[in-house]
């Protein structure tokens, strides 16, 4: 059981370091944001995850997966309301040169 | 039994915080100042509960990490809904 929890951790920081190295080096705000919204939800909830089946079966693994749950509904409605008062407010979306 | 890999974890994670308070202070728009800040804090809470497995009392740690959650997504979407139409997309 500990190796799934390892194996959980694992791939919840490598989520988590590509979608920070996708927030600092894409060109534009709308990718930027693309990265942290699908990376960043993907790598926490793995991480979480992979606590809880460390932990066992008890009230705090069910509060973790109350995080998780949480996180999944959250950070998609957050980054949604975040490009849309961006779009609103007027900031262009990045397109290749010669188009 | 995985006290020393939780070390490890805690270190990678306080690095990208770093790295996203690059992008914090440097961002050309407002709205990646506000992006930066939301990964922080959605890393923040992963910290926590780590924070809480090192110490050994997740019972308190895993609270706090739940109640910081709830504020950050709440106070992003208040933040962003008043930068709504401002038209300052060079600041």
């Given at each position: 059981m500990k190796f799934v929890a390892l194996f959980f951790l694992l791939g919840g920081f490598f989520f988590t370091t590509v979608a920070a190295i996708g927030v600092i080096r894409f060109p534009d705000f709308y990718t930027r944001l693309h990265a942290s919204g699908k990376g960043d939800t993907l790598g926490v909830a793995m991480s979480i995850i992979g606590l809880a089946i460390y932990n066992g079966f008890n009230l705090i693994s069910l509060k973790l997966m109350f995080i998780v749950v949480f996180i999944f509904l959250a950070n998609p409605i957050g980054t949604h309301v975040l490009s849309r008062a961006a779009y609103r407010s007027g900031i262009k979306p990045w397109v290749r040169k010669g188009e | 039994m995985l006290d020393n890999f939780f070390v490890v974890l805690m270190v990678g994670l306080i690095f990208i915080v770093m790295l996203m308070l690059f992008r914090v202070f440097?961002?050309?728009?407002?709205f990646d100042r506000l992006n930066g800040l939301g990964v922080i804090g959605t890393d923040a809470i992963v910290i926590l509960v780590l924070l809480g497995f090192l110490e050994k009392r997740v019972d308190m740690y895993v609270d706090i990490a739940i109640s910081y959650a709830i504020l950050g997504f709440i106070s992003l979407v208040v933040i962003a809904k008043y930068l709504e139409g401002k038209g300052d997309a060079n600041s």
């Open positions: - | 440097k961002g050309p728009t407002v």
